[in-house]
């Protein structure tokens, strides 16, 4: 987010941020210790989220109407209202689709098509493709989970390796989706459009994929071949889904794509009457509803990353980064441990680049990073501890689907020795940085360094001038 530059940095103004981080973490080890389910989604991100917000406005000189002003320009900031508007959106064709039968078809078609021995690796890629055609990896889980155990268990396959299989097919479609909120923010933060960003990601996240697939030929295949039976499947209804990935990857607007995708989604579903005019425009209202939380955490985050850079917090941070950082490269590894820590304290990828999403394109600024490989390394880290996180949504997901269909206990840790493509993808994501084969997909310089420079500069001054 472009903000103006205060000439002298205060930790203090870090405040508001570490009382985000203490209250949601410190909630959910708390609850986790007192065995409650779901321990760290219990305290909503959004209340904490606004509690930080209220400590921003005690702190710092001014009074409420000129903090409020500071705040305002933060939230109504052209990148944030830009992703508030691709998030409804997004959920609002999610939420269409699946209510006319698009996603039960999908993975019916997927499990139709896949040999009954290469059930391991079907599973992994049924749940890439769902992740990034659906944008969601809960959904994904959600989904499949509850049709693949069962076949598990029948042919002698290890659930937690299948499980790993299937959550982490949906974490590969988490992180490449076009419609995804993680995307979605991580691009809108950085500047650069979705199809630059999922370019540069693609060529890493694209050999984790392949790699993992040939860990999981080796190691999943049955004891016992056991036949799917018949699944009901309408080839129409998977349409919509490829056409938003058609249209976004070739460089149609976002908006454009999204909602061409809702209206094919429902016209579909009227023509075969899973849908009626009334149930689908409720189906719209019921996917922009279903974003609420991620969009009130967007919303207060800008306005409160605003508050805390106009307190010196993004400078004094700087300061202390530049310290650690000697380069392009150190920087790159920077920001991806950001993303990392980020994710391990809030268990959620969308909440830990929103929160780090404005620090990143500073140092990318300031060191020269390409805003598309930032996008890529903020969505990559995020995604893997997201993806390995005992405490995490989708691996507690998994294990209590497992659990409440079959009556198997499972925890979530036995499935983190089984997230082959999470570990795969970290390593790639590491080794894009030292070794920048991805940066070929860049073509041109987004950024026009000097007058970023000059506008940064023209800013230090009026803010020293005391206007």
């Known amino acids: 987010m472009d903000r103006d530059l205060k000439k002298r940095g205060s930790g203090l103004a870090l405040l508001p ?35 930080a917000v209220l400590a921003a406005f005690c702190m710092g000189k001014g009074s409420i109407d000129e903090k409020f002003s500071v705040f305002a320009r933060g939230a109504a900031n052209e990148n ?6 691709i998030y409804i959106l997004a959920g609002a064709f999610s939420t269409v689709a699946k209510a006319m039968g698009g996603v039960d078809s999908t993975v019916n078609l997927g499990l139709s098509i896949i040999p009954a021995d290469l059930l391991t690796v079907g599973v992994f890629v049924i749940s890439a493709f769902m992740g990034t055609a659906t944008g969601t990896s809960m959904g994904t889980i959600t989904t499949i989970v509850p049709i693949v155990v069962g076949v ?13 299989a299937c959550v982490g097919g949906a974490m590969f479609g988490d992180n490449l989706s076009m419609i995804s909120d993680t995307t979605i923010a991580a691009t809108r933060t950085q500047g650069c459009e979705l199809r630059d960003k999922f370019r540069v990601n693609f060529f890493i ?17 049955p004891e016992t071949a056991v036949p799917l039976g018949d699944l009901n499947f309408s ?54 509803t279903g974003m609420s939380e991620v969009f009130f955490l967007a919303l207060f985050c800008g306005g409160l990353s ?44 969308t909440v830990a680049i929103i929160v780090s999403g404005s620090v990143a394109r500073d140092i990318s600024r300031e060191y020269r990073v390409d805003p598309r490989r930032t996008a890529s ?25 497992t659990t409440i269909n079959y009556n198997i206990v499972m925890s979530p840790v036995e499935i983190v020795p089984y997230m082959w493509y999470c570990w795969i993808l970290a390593a790639f994501g590491i080794l894009s940085i030292f070794v920048p084969y991805a940066d070929g997909t860049c073509r041109k310089d987004p950024w026009n360094w000097e007058y970023d420079m000059a506008e940064s500069r023209a800013a230090e001054r009026k803010n020293s001038s005391g206007i």
């Open 17 to 51: 941020f570490l009382i985000f981080i203490a209250i949601y973490l410190g909630a959910g080890l708390l609850l986790q210790a007192r065995g409650k389910e779901m321990a760290f989604y219990q305290f909503p991100s959004v209340t904490a989220m606004f509690i």
């Open 80 to 85: 944030v209202l830009t992703m508030l508007m």
């Open 152 to 164: 598990a268990e029948k042919s002698g396959l290890s659930i937690p390796l299948l499980l790993g």
């Open 205 to 221: 996240a694209l050999p984790a994929a392949l790699i993992t697939m040939a860990v999981l030929l080796v190691v999943g295949r």
């Open 235 to 288: 080839t129409v209804k998977v349409l919509p889904y490829a056409a938003v990935l058609v249209m976004a990857l070739a460089g149609v607007n976002v908006f454009l794509t999204l909602t061409i995708g809702i209206f094919s989604a429902g016209i579909i579903g009227i023509a075969g009457g899973q849908l009626t005019v009334f149930t689908f425009a409720q189906a719209i209202w019921d996917g922009f």
């Open 306 to 349: 605003e508050m805390i850079a106009h307190n010196g917090g993004i400078v004094w941070l700087m300061e202390r980064l530049r310290g650690m950082m000697r380069g392009n490269r150190s920087a790159q590894v920077g920001i991806a441990a950001m993303a990392s820590l980020a994710d391990c304290a809030t268990a959620n990828n």
């Open 377 to 401: 390394l903020l969505d990559v880290f995020s995604c893997v501890f997201q993806g390995i996180l005992p405490y995490g949504a989708q691996l507690l997901t998994a294990a209590t689907l």
